[in-house]
């Protein structure tokens, strides 16, 4: 039988913050950010693995399946080639759903502002639950068996839309995470 690789050969167990975003469920673009080792010589990696994150947790198969092609789609177009065996990176991602509580106030009756005149003021307000995503990506040197590269991405999701709209979603995602990889030289 095959071993499965995980990171936990490569790197000590990490607690990490991560979640997931699958939809653009909202007006608002993604947060998007990343960091890197400014001494890893990015020009040298030209394929990589999939691996597991210790403690890392895959929202399900099919989601799994959707990051893992949406990520490879991206690091094809950065001239990166995925491999069985021996790789220059080994990849690995992260996703939690969080939900999140939002408040809406508003005011009722009054005029004239802020402790006005002609009338009583109230304020009220309103609770919703709101789903938000992280989806965090690292990728390691393989030979050196450390982190070289970080990357995420913070969104609201809406689990509810439609699987095909959600996959153009993630596509765009990915797309907007991958931007920055691999980074320009540093002068």
């Given at each position: 039988?095959?071993?499965?690789?995980t990171?936990?050969?490569?790197?000590?167990?990490?607690?990490?913050l991560?979640?997931?975003?699958?939809?653009a469920?909202?007006?608002?673009?993604?947060?998007?950010?990343?960091?890197?080792?400014?001494?890893?010589?990015?020009?040298?990696?030209?394929?990589?693995q999939?691996?597991?994150?210790?403690?890392?947790?895959?929202?399900?198969?099919?989601?799994?399946?959707?990051?893992?092609?949406?990520?490879?789609?991206?690091?094809?177009?950065?001239?990166?080639?995925?491999v069985?065996?021996?790789?220059d990176?080994?990849?690995?991602?992260?996703?939690?759903?969080?939900?999140?509580?939002?408040?809406?106030l508003?005011?009722?009756?009054?005029?004239?502002?802020?402790g006005?005149?002609?009338?009583d003021?109230?304020?009220?307000?309103?609770?919703?639950?709101?789903?938000?995503?992280?989806?965090?990506?690292?990728?390691?040197?393989?030979?050196?068996?450390?982190?070289?590269w970080?990357?995420?991405a913070?969104?609201?999701?809406?689990?509810?839309?439609?699987?095909?709209?959600?996959?153009?979603?993630?596509?765009?995602?990915?797309?907007?995470?991958?931007?920055?990889?691999?980074?320009?030289?540093?002068?």
């Amino acid at each position: 039988m095959r071993e499965k690789r995980t990171l936990m050969a490569i790197t000590k167990p990490m607690t990490f913050l991560a979640a997931f975003l699958l939809t653009a469920a909202c007006a608002y673009g993604q947060d998007v950010h990343y960091n890197y080792d400014r001494g890893a010589n990015f020009a040298t990696y030209r394929t990589y693995q999939w691996v597991d994150i210790p403690g890392g947790k895959v929202p399900d198969s099919l989601i799994d399946r959707a990051i893992r092609q949406a990520a490879d789609e991206q690091l094809a177009q950065k001239g990166l080639t995925k491999v069985e065996e021996n790789p220059d990176l080994y990849i690995g991602y992260q996703v939690v759903i969080d939900l999140e509580k939002s408040v809406d106030l508003y005011s009722t009756g009054g005029f004239g502002g802020w402790g006005g005149w002609g009338g009583d003021r109230t304020v009220r307000g309103q609770t919703s639950t709101i789903p938000v995503g992280i989806l965090l990506m690292d990728l390691y040197d393989a030979g050196k068996k450390q982190l070289v590269w970080r990357g995420d991405a913070v969104k609201t999701i809406d689990l509810k839309e439609d699987p095909d709209k959600n996959y153009k979603n993630l596509q765009k995602v990915m797309a907007k995470l991958f931007k920055n990889y691999p980074p320009k030289p540093s002068r």
